[in-house]
């Protein structure tokens, strides 16, 4: 079964500095998809970044990005400039194709919270 | 960009009674939607995959007559927690896939805090 493992419950950082949210994964899949999502105190979900697996290409977006190794299943995210609003949980995603419900579905890693300081 | 409504946004409830959760697609068909559950400080836990005109998808653990899934449009999913008791008390979480949007993003609700007392 396929896992999503996140080691750092919580974090903090110093506003515009830079922080790495590590993220480790198991599968027997050879394509598939990771995201890495954001959840403020809201609990309104954002997409922050997404990686395909085929890609070898690490994904960016603005202050953040990705180093994706695939080989060792490891998908963790930078954030550089660190700013206020970036204080959240932040959840590692992988996303499979559900045999069952013929759709693709996501599998979220616990979280860790992350707190930028003023 | 894709939108998802979801309804109530927060919901109290007697012990014994029904509530029902609303999943709105705004501005795009989904023929398939997501209902998680997500307890404080935890992960989200999927419990269901809805199908338009066809019945859910629920996980292992998940009592189907409890949480009851309806997908009758396109656009519209609800999830009602029967005969409701505390420990039914939780934070639930629909999203949705735009089709024609990004790939294999799919958009999250604001999520529903249920309390049941």
Known sequence: AQTVTQSQPEMSVQEAETVTLSCTYDTSENNYYLFWYKQPPSRQMILVIRQEAYKQQN???NRFSVNFQKAAKS??????DSQLGDTAMYFCAFMKHSVTSGTYKYIFGTGTRLKVLA | GAVVSQHPS???CKSGTSVKIECRSLDFQATTMFWYRQFPKQSLMLMATSNEGSKATYEQGVE???FLINHASLTLSTLTVTSAHPE?????ICSARDPIGSN??????????????
């Open chain 1, 59 to 61: 994904a960016t977006e």
């Open chain 1, 75 to 80: 998908f963790s995210l930078k954030i550089s």
């Open chain 2, 10 to 12: 927060w919901v109290i």
């Open chain 2, 64 to 66: 189907k007559d409890k």
């Open chain 2, 88 to 92: 039914d008390s939780s934070f639930y």
């Open chain 2, 104 to 117: 294999y993003g799919y958009t999250f609700g604001s999520g529903t805090r249920l309390t049941v007392v």
